[in-house]
């Protein structure tokens, strides 16, 4: 199939709630172009020096997410101009982002991203770890960012209870959350599990090899 087709397919398969950032990753800015001219406007990177590449030669309208593991050091880089980080996986990061958006005077979005696979190669905060955040936050913490939502990934596995189990361990934390502020974004769900995470309860999936077809 197309880019064209592959996309199309993608967004007939999504709730009317539901909002598709697409995964631009290792793909080219002729290629996020192209979709860009369909109409989508929020894509994800992963890689600061990539992001750096292609923000400057794409539309200023682009929604920029940060998805990937981000070095405190580099937060400066993208500090003015990305949308969303999807990727706080630790209070140091969430405080230079807090720090370097005062800098350029603008409020930054972000998620926190929580640890819910069971596999332990992934970033990411303990259940814990994100409700202390949270509450830091609600105390004023950090008031150059707005906490938005939260960003998961499921372990790569077939066995869809344990991604089930997983996707629902994040949307009780949102909802518990939600109680003391509302939240606006549950990021979960990639190519191969996208539909499942919106079973329980996404509304924002991260969908890239499905799309642009598969990274090598
Ligand atoms: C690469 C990536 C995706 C997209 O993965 P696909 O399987 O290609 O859809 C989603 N989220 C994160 C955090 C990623 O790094």
């Known amino acids: 199939m197309s880019l064209e ?10 709730p009317e709630n539901v909002k598709l950032v697409t995964v631009s990753k290792t793909n080219p800015a ?4 192209e979709v860009y001219n369909l109409g ?5 990177e992963n890689k600061v020096q990539e992001l750096l590449e ?18 405190t050091n580099k937060v400066k880089y993208i500090a003015g101009f990305v949308a969303v980080i999807e990727s706080i996986d630790s209070e140091k990061l969430l405080k230079e982002v807090d720090k370097e958006a005062s800098k350029n005077n603008r409020k930054i979005n972000v998620l926190l991203q929580v640890k819910i696979a069971k596999e332990d190669t992934k970033f990411g905060l303990t259940v814990d770890q994100a409700k202390e955040i949270f509450n830091d936050y609600l105390n004023g913490n950090y008031p150059n960012l707005e906490i938005t939502g939260l960003m998961g990934m ?11 189990e997983e996707f629902s361990i994040l949307k009780n934390l949102f909802d518990e959350l939600s109680e003391l502020k509302p939240l606006k974004t549950l990021s979960m769900g990639m190519s191969g599990d996208f539909l499942l995470a919106i079973e329980c309860g996404s509304n924002s999936v991260r969908v890239g090899s499905a799309i642009f077809g598969s990274r090598f």
């Open 30 to 33: 002729e290629k996020i172009k």
């Open 5 to 14: 087709q592959n996309y199309q397919d993608i967004l007939s398969q999504l």
């Open 154 to 164: 499921a372990s790569f596995v077939d066995d869809k209870t344990q991604i089930r």
């Open 40 to 44: 989508q406007r929020a894509f994800g």
């Open 54 to 71: 292609k923000q400057p030669v794409l539309p200023n309208d682009i929604e920029w997410h940060f998805i990937g593991h981000l070095q």
